[in-house]
């Protein structure tokens, strides 16, 4: 093995495993990083066998040092039977527990061609044949999913899902008045349970691998479970990975062209009230594990300003579960409050902010090219300082609105709410308690993405 300083690199690890795999010498070009991924890094890298034939494949591994190794098997295991039971996926070349260089529990595949950005798959021309039947592909893709043979996979988790992600919020010790009202309305109308299947729990766009003729590959297993079916219908429906766009599933098709798809895979069509249910739930799900990855950066446990800005996006979700439930009181407009003299000159303190930002995506970022890793992250940064920018200029009328809600209910804080909802003692139908919470979500969203409202 070639070591850099005696210290295995990362190329080093992938060489490794890859030749023990597959029996023969490789080389390794160097590993690039791609951008996404806020709990797995993803890494591409070329490698030539004896013959100087190039392979291209693909490095998924927790962060060096952390990480489930339990996790990373089963994620192992459903690629096997997944490929076994005809889902597209990439082929799995080698998986381990941690290897020098890699240092992580990781699987290394082989690189499936296909567009995963949603922007392109939504808006370029080249798929625009695609897109007419990309809806019913990927409802047909989950019902293959949904078929694998689950005797593998014994290992996977089958808690249920509801337990599962009250659990997670509480371990946050962050009572959030949408989120009690999300789990009350949840466990009130549940649908009758179908029988567990494979459920590949992050099945959207973005984790799919698309080209001209329809979907290439299903990535990111890493939410695999035992459970009902309907989830990742559900979960595919969220306005999250509609990406801007207005068409309810993925932002490119409708409900009805993902059951055609889903039916002719599996012979079964959910109902409309089963769907809306699993919908609500996975937009609640993705709310309470928004604030999960936010906390690993912002309780200390790693430095990351990706994860940081997922904390700024939790009122998306707050905002679309009010809307999903029909509980959004769309006039909670708290009234303008003008601001306070400053002894200090211009630029003022939100013109300093969006100064900057324009400065990092205007001027920065495009001398950046090649460097795609860079350019995302500036966009990352320049979208936190508009952000602080807009909360600069709000001003404090929503905090002086919201206290005087909150005391009209009996509440001293939204945590306080959050608790008195939890207990039952108020009741989220209420129309004073409809307004509170959404005079905070309201005001949270229009600073932190104001665009994400719906006109």
């Known amino acids: 093995m070639a070591v850099n300083n005696g210290t295995p690199t990362l190329g080093d690890g992938i060489g490794e495993v890859l030749s023990a795999a597959l029996g023969y010498e490789l080389t390794v070009g160097e590993p690039r990083q ?16 004896a013959q100087g034939r190039s392979i291209p494949v693909v490095l998924r591994r927790d962060p060096p040092g952390q990480g489930d190794a339990d996790r990373m098997r089963g994620e192992a295991a459903c690629l096997r039977a997944a490929a076994a039971a005809g889902v597209p996926v990439p082929a799995l070349l080698a998986a381990g527990d941690t290897a020098p260089g890699i240092d992580a ?10 567009e995963a950005l949603p922007r392109r798959l939504q808006r370029d021309p080249e798929f625009a044949q695609v897109r007419e039947h990309l809806a019913e592909d990927m409802g047909y893709a989950i019902g293959l999913i ?23 919020y ?3 010790n962050e009572p959030r008045p949408t989120v009690e009202v999300g789990l009350r309305w949840l ?16 099945f959207r766009i973005g984790n799919l691998l698309i080209d001209g003729t329809g979907i290439t590959a299903v990535l990111d297993w890493e939410l695999a479970h035992l459970g009902d079916p309907i989830e990742d219908l559900g979960w595919l429906c969220v306005r999250a990975w509609r990406f801007g766009a207005a068409a309810p599933v993925a932002g490119i098709g409708t409900r009805e062209q993902l059951l055609d798809g889903y039916q002719r895979a599996t012979g079964v069509r959910p109902s409309a009230a089963e769907l809306h249910w699993w919908e609500t739930f996975a937009t609640l799900k993705w709310l309470v594990l928004s604030r999960f990855q936010a906390e690993r950066h912002l309780g200390g446990a790693e430095y990351s300003l990706e994860l940081a800005a997922i904390g700024r996006r ?65 966009r990352i940064t320049a979208n936190l300082l508009r952000i602080a920018a807009r909360q600069v200029a ?27 909802l939890r207990s039952g003692i108020v009741s ?14 309201l005001a949270r969203l229009r600073v932190a993405n104001p665009r994400h409202l719906i006109a």
Not at 187 to 202: F, I, W, Y
Not at 339 to 362: G, M, N, W, Y
């Open 34 to 49: 791609l951008t996404g991924g806020a709990s797995r890094q993803t890494w591409a890298v070329d490698v030539h066998d």
């Open 394 to 420: 709000a001003g404090d009328g929503a905090d002086i609105a919201l206290e005087e809600l909150l005391r009209a209910v009996g509440a001293a804080s939204e945590t306080n709410l959050a608790r008195l």
């Open 428 to 441: 989220y139908t209420d129309p004073t308690v409809c307004r509170a919470i959404s005079t905070a979500v």
């Open 187 to 202: 466990r009130a109308n549940r649908p009758e349970k179908r029988p567990d299947t494979l459920v590949h729990g992050d």
């Open 105 to 114: 529990p990781y699987l290394v595949m082989d690189k499936v061609e296909g």
């Open 146 to 168: 949904h078929r694998v043979d689950t005797t593998s996979l014994a290992m996977l988790d089958s808690t249920d899902p509801v337990d599962a992600i009250e659990t997670v």
């Open 314 to 378: 939790v009122c998306e979700s707050e905002y679309d579960l009010l809307l999903i439930l029909d509980l959004l009181d769309e006039t909670a407009t708290p009234a303008s409050v003008a601001p306070r003299p400053t002894l200090h000159d211009r630029p003022e303190l939100a013109e300093i902010f969006d100064l900057v930002s324009k400065t990092l995506t205007d001027d920065i970022a495009p001398a950046l090219d090649g460097h795609d890793r860079e350019r995302y992250l500036i």
């Open 170 to 172: 509480r371990d946050l």
